[in-house]
Nanobody, 117 residues
Framework: QVQVAESGGGSVQPGGSLRLSCAAS????????MGWYRQAPGMQREWLAT???????TYAGAVKDRFTISRDDDKNTVYLQMDSLKPEDTAVYYC???????????WGQGTQVTVSS
């Protein structure tokens, strides 16, 4: 009964920062990978970043210079530090966890990020 839950969304001005958190609970083992997607209104869900349990990180080119993913394996929690936010970053941000390689993603409910003046 693994649950994935995001937190930390909100409204910020352009150039501001937010730190999103996502905890995967209900499993005694660390997830193989956790990461983030986002979905803006009228657009497809966009992959942003992934971090494996070995610390390997990958980023989408659109955010790799501004966003940083990190992970606390002891808490099975992943973070997304978002800096220099732009209005086009406005979206619902979704966390995922892959419990084992090849498994389907477990999704959180999403957290709204709004960047506007």
């Amino acid at each position: 009964q693994v649950q994935v839950a995001e937190s930390g969304g909100g409204s910020v001005q352009p150039g501001g920062s937010l730190r999103l958190s996502c905890a995967a609970s209900g499993s005694s083992d660390s997830s193989y990978a956790m990461g983030w997607y986002r979905q803006a209104p009228g657009m497809q869900r966009e992959w942003l970043a992934t971090m494996t349990n070995l610390g390997r990180t990958t980023y989408a080119g659109a955010v790799k210079d501004r966003f940083t993913i990190s992970r606390d394996d002891d808490k099975n929690t992943v973070y997304l530090q978002m800096d220099s936010l732009k209005p086009e970053d406005t979206a619902v941000y979704y966390c995922f966890a892959i419990l084992k390689i090849g498994a389907n993603k477990k999704w959180g409910q999403g957290t709204q990020v709004t960047v506007s003046s």
